[in-house]
């Protein structure tokens, strides 16, 4: 599960490719291809909260753990619903180094 395409879904960048960032790291979780993520939405539509509520169960349903929470944005008043999942196991399940090597 270790590549370079899970790293580009971890947050600390965006790519123009990607569309849809969310729904990307979803199928990829649900697939068994990418070991854990974290979902965003800004709060600023009715139904962002209800489109992570969806995706948890989707995820749930295939064996992924999930945990929902808001936070707020510490430079504002902004408010972001969280979806943080993640494949069951150990860390050596999920990383498999040696295979890297």
Do not use: H
């Amino acid at each position: 599960m270790v590549n370079d395409y899970n790293q580009d879904l971890c947050g600390g960048w965006t790519r123009d490719d990607i569309e849809d960032e969310n729904a990307v790291i979803a199928e990829r979780l649900a697939n068994s291809l990418k070991p854990f993520g974290n979902l965003a939405e800004l709060d600023l539509t009715p139904n962002a909260a209800s489109e992570l509520d969806a995706i948890a169960c989707q995820l749930q349903e295939k064996g992924v753990r999930t945990r929902r929470y808001i936070r707020k944005l510490p430079s504002c008043a902004l408010l972001v619903q969280n979806l943080d999942c993640c494949q069951p196991g150990t860390f050596g399940e999920l990383f498999d180094l040696e295979v890297c090597m």
